[in-house]
C-alpha cells in the first residue's frame, strides 16, 4: 500500500462549487502538507501542519482552508472555487527531517 | 520571482549524452533537496546537501553544492531514457520552496 494516498485522483467541477481534497498516510509522521503546481511555477507551498493542533498558511493559502483530523489525515478545502485553482495538488508528509514523501497528487479542473 | 531558479527550464538529449542542470539563488540555503517526479507520479527525493561545497554521488548522478550555499548542480552521466522526469530543487526549512524545475527528455 502507498504510504500517502489523496482522493479524488481526478476531478472537474465548476465555478463556485466547494471541493474537498483528501490526504492520509501510513508513515506515522507528524508533519502534513499542501502544495499545488502549475507549469513553470513548480510545488507552491499552500498550508502546512506539524500536529494535530497546529495549522500554518504557505506561501499561496487565499482561497483556501485545511483541516487536520487526526494525525493520519489532512484535508483541503476550496470553499468556491475558481477556474485558476486549476492545478495539481500534492500532499505530503514528512518527520523531523526536511525529506518529504509525497502522494501521487490530485488533477482538479475547475470549469 | 522564483526563489531558486532552475536552468535550463527544458532539457532535451540522446541516451549516453551527458548534461548538468542548474539551480540557483540569492539565498543562503542550510540545506538543499533534489527531487526527481515522472508523470502521473509525485516528487521523490533522490538527495539532500547541506555542506558548502558538498558533493554526493546516486549511481549516474552527481550532486554538488555550491561552497557559498547559494546555488547546486546536478550532473548525469551517460543519461538513458529512464533519466527523463522533472527534476525540481527544494530549500530546506519548515516551509520548503521549489525551484520551477527543468525538465528532462532523453530520447533512446
Known amino acids: 500500500d502507498a504510504d500517502v494516498t489523496q482522493t479524488p485522483r481526478n476531478r472537474i467541477t465548476k465555478t463556485g462549487k466547494r471541493i474537498m481534497l483528501e490526504c492520509s498516510q501510513t508513515?506515522?509522521?507528524?508533519?502534513m502538507y499542501w502544495y499545488r503546481q502549475d507549469p513553470g511555477l513548480g510545488l507552491r507551498l499552500i498550508y502546512y501542519s506539524f500536529d494535530v493542533k497546529d495549522i500554518n498558511k504557505g506561501e499561496i493559502s487565499d482561497g483556501y482552508s485545511v483541516s487536520r483530523q487526526a494525525q493520519a489525515k489532512f484535508s483541503l478545502s476550496l470553499e468556491s472555487a475558481i477556474p485558476n485553482q486549476t492545478a495539481l495538488y500534492f500532499c505530503?508528509?514528512?518527520?523531523?527531517?526536511?525529506?518529504?514523501?509525497f502522494g501521487p497528487g490530485t488533477r482538479l479542473t475547475v470549469l | 520571482t522564483q526563489l531558486l531558479e532552475q536552468s535550463p527550464q527544458f532539457l532535451s538529449i540522446q541516451e549516453g549524452e551527458n548534461l548538468t542542470v542548474y539551480c540557483n539563488s540569492s539565498s543562503v540555503f542550510s540545506s538543499l533537496q533534489w527531487y526527481r517526479q515522472e508523470p502521473g507520479e509525485g516528487p521523490v527525493l533522490l538527495v539532500t546537501v547541506v555542506t558548502g561545497g558538498e558533493v554526493k554521488k546516486l549511481k549516474r548522478l552527481t550532486f554538488q553544492f555550491g561552497d557559498a550555499r547559494k546555488d547546486s548542480s546536478l550532473h548525469i552521466t551517460a543519461a538513458q531514457p529512464g533519466d527523463t522526469g522533472l527534476y525540481l530543487c527544494?530549500?530546506?526549512?519548515?516551509?520548503?520552496?521549489f525551484g520551477a524545475g527543468t525538465r528532462l527528455t532523453v530520447k533512446p
Open positions: 508513515k506515522g509522521h507528524d508533519r
Open positions: 527544494a530549500k530546506g526549512g519548515n516551509d520548503m520552496r
Open positions: 505530503a508528509t514528512s518527520d523531523l527531517t526536511t525529506r518529504r514523501i
